[in-house]
């Protein structure tokens, strides 16, 4: 039997170097670019890596599903991945242009998004949902761009996702959600994209809902690390699916009783900084 690779710093380091070059040049990544993770520690050294290498500040997070069938191998139900400033975009009147890599993964998903009040204690790592409840001060409607220079990132498993930011784009905060402790989980929503109905859903359409997905949060960035602080968004996950999009695609996610976020996909354009 032939031993597997190993994995040493420097492989992981040009990992990240090679995504995040991809992602601020707005080209596409054909493949994974080295060996691939199979754990979750080693991709979140990789997301370690390229957060130190992307020239922003993070300012939230993405919380993603794990698939069932990979659950038990990775030992996580959830997962986690950066979201930067300059990829945060208010909802108005006009769709919100979401860019797209040419070549790389897009989706559009509908997301309850909530924003922690207080930094958290760096020492507390385990919590409950109603201490995750009582961290929050505001929670918004609105729609992740999940993206990724590499086509097929999802089809690659979640370890896999976790390493490029956790395949995020960025993220669109649309309406405030008042007495979202009482009316989050009864809320609808669905997803229209050109005109035809992608999918429905709400809070309880994830495991736990959305509130099990900012406890799991509190705890997977005490643990590395990066205890959350006040202000931090927490994108809380896909209620209705993740519904791929290409440019030219306009997207509506509408949200019943509260209001809808709308979006068109343009083509990205290389970052400011990128060569």
């Not at 370690?48 to 139900?77: E, F, N, R, S, T």
């Not at 930067?84 to 070549?103: D, H, K, Y």
Request: proline letters at 6%.
């Amino acid at each position: 039997m032939t031993a597997a690779p190993v994995q040493t710093p420097d492989a992981d380091q040009a990992v990240a170097e090679t995504f995040v070059s991809a992602r601020l040049a707005a080209r596409a990544v054909v493949d994974y670019p080295g060996e691939k993770p199979e754990q979750m520690a080693r991709s979140y050294a990789i997301q370690d890596a390229a957060i130190a290498l992307y020239p922003d500040q993070v300012v939230g997070w993405k919380v993603g599903g794990v698939p069932p069938a990979q659950q038990p191998a990775l030992g996580i139900h959830r997962l986690a991945g950066a979201i930067f400033a300059g990829n945060v975009w208010l909802a108005g009147e006009a769709p919100t242009p979401l860019p797209a890599i040419e070549g790389g993964f897009a989706a559009v998903e509908a997301e309850f998004i909530a924003r922690i009040g207080a930094d958290t204690d760096p020492a507390k790592t385990d919590w409950t949902v109603a201490e995750a409840a009582d961290q929050i001060d505001a929670v918004f409607i609105g729609v992740e761009l999940a993206g990724s220079p590499l086509s097929a990132i999802n089809d690659l498993g979640s370890a896999v996702v976790a390493s490029d930011f956790g395949n995020n784009g960025g993220l669109v905060i649309g309406p405030e959600l008042t007495d979202w402790r009482d009316r989050m989980d009864a809320i609808q929503v669905e997803t229209v994209i050109d005109g035809v109905s992608v999918g429905k859903g709400g809070s309880l359409s994830l495991a736990g809902g959305a509130l099990e997905s900012v406890r799991f949060l509190l705890e997977h960035c005490a643990r590395w690390g990066r205890p959350l602080t006040a202000g931090t968004l927490v994108s809380t996950g896909a209620v209705t699916g993740v519904h791929r999009i290409y440019a030219g695609s306009e997207s509506t996610c509408l949200f019943e009783g509260v209001g809808e976020v709308r979006c068109t996909v343009v083509k990205a354009a290389p970052h400011p900084t990128s060569d």
